[in-house]
């Protein structure tokens, strides 16, 4: 099981690409998977992950896009 934790600087986000965005949602989402099933953290940080591939995927207004952009800086991957 790997547990490194990622210390990559937040306003990184922001440089990323959407392939990069994405694979870094998936293996969060994979490491959540690992958790208890009965974890409320698991599900509801699934649920947060859920909800950011499916705003990476459609087009977005530049206030979305910032939103979202606070989202991933909060996220910590």
Do not use: C
């Amino acid at each position: 099981m790997d547990t490194r934790v990622s210390t990559q600087p937040k306003n990184q986000w922001k440089q990323m690409g959407y392939e990069e965005k994405t694979a870094a949602v998936n293996e969060e989402m994979k490491r959540m998977n690992r958790l208890p099933v009965n974890s409320t953290y698991a599900t509801h940080r699934l649920r947060v992950l859920n909800k950011i591939l499916q705003l990476l995927s459609i087009q977005r207004t530049a206030a979305q896009d910032e939103e979202l952009q606070l989202l991933f800086a909060g996220l910590s991957l």
